[in-house]
């Protein structure tokens, strides 16, 4: 079967030029101002940038669409397409989560932060790219692929809800082991430089170290994320730009959840529990179809109760820790 997609070779060039201008906006930014601590009111400016980007694009789309096929395609093709860069946001929360746990675990410094999430990024955009194409090969040939991304993602969500209390023991990755006993690495961070020489040999710093482990997260999370938007839609093209506009936000979305990662305790519960449903939606196309509009309003409402929950029992656990210190 072939998948049918809107997307020509001029929107994926024109769409391809335009991350790059973002891209190189970003980088050209990031040197101007140098190393330094992102603020949370910094962070929240560019989330919010990110976010209209997104959403500009979105309405360019059903623009482009509507004076092209129609209004009931351009409709459809755009809610794809929100439902889309919704699941890929909310799943890449949790890429966050773990990236702050790897900066907290090397002590990196703030300062030096940016330098390697930006490298992070770029490479998540790489891997992803890679994923779908290959992912719509798949799709394209096996119609039965869904129900094998179906139960991944249902057995994904599973395993995160059971071991959602458990701290990564991150002294046993097989990633860092590896390193620290074929690479020679220095204790102690060289500013932003991943590597450094000393007495005439070549030494790995640790922000080398932590851009390796970032990369790594960001392949394991592009493995669960992207058959999650196949889920939404068949169409390379949308699961392609969702999935990039998603990641382009996720340096903001970092800085800003870096400093309140403890008041959104309970996310990772409704991560869990979206992947689930996706997960379930695939198993089920062939028994019973649930639309776009309805699969966006659950992961909203999903996303949205555990948001409010995480902040309704933070509050109340803020008091009684206060008590106990009186």
Not at 61 to 79: C, M, P, Q, S, T
Not at 211 to 220: G, H, R
């Amino acid at each position: 079967m072939m998948i049918e997609s809107i997307g020509t070779p001029v929107l994926y060039l024109g769409f391809t030029l335009l991350v790059i201008v973002l891209l190189a906006v970003d980088f050209v930014m990031l040197k101007t101002q140098g190393s330094h601590r992102v603020s949370v009111k910094e962070a929240a400016a560019w989330s919010v940038v990110w976010i209209a980007i997104s959403l500009t694009f979105c309405a360019w789309f059903w623009w482009y669409l509507d004076g092209l096929f129609g209004r009931e395609v351009a409709n459809e093709k755009a809610l794809e397409y929100l439902t889309g860069y919704l699941i890929e946001k909310s799943l890449a929360v949790d890429n966050v989560f773990v990236w702050i746990t790897l900066f907290s675990f090397f002590a990196v410094p703030a300062a030096f932060q940016k330098r390697v999430l930006l490298y992070g990024v770029l490479g998540a955009i790489v891997m992803r790219a890679g994923l779908i194409y290959i992912g719509a090969l798949l799709l394209a040939q096996f119609h039965w692929i869904l129900y094998v991304f179906g139960l991944f993602l249902l057995l994904t969500g599973i395993k995160m809800l059971v071991l959602s209390t458990h701290e990564p023991n991150l002294e046993k990755n097989p990633i860092l082991r590896w390193m620290r006993g074929h690479m020679k690495i220095t204790n102690e961070y060289h500013g932003e430089k991943f590597f450094v020489f000393k007495e005439g040999m070549r030494y790995a710093t640790p922000m080398f170290v932590v851009l390796v482990l970032v990369e790594a997260t960001d392949l394991i999370f592009a493995v669960d994320s992207i058959p999650a938007i196949f889920a939404v839609t068949g169409d390379p093209f949308i699961v392609f730009t969702s999935n990039i506009f998603a990641i382009l936000g996720l340096r903001a979305m970092y800085f800003l959840l870096a400093d309140m990662a403890e008041r959104f305790h309970l996310l990772k519960y409704g991560l869990a529990i979206i992947l689930m449903f996706i997960g379930a939606k695939m198993l089920l196309l062939d028994v019973y179809k649930i639309s776009t509009g309805i699969a966006l309003g659950i992961v909203g409402l999903i996303l949205l109760l555990s948001v409010a929950a995480s902040l309704v029992t933070s509050r109340r656990s803020g008091p009684k820790a206060e008590d106990r210190t009186d």
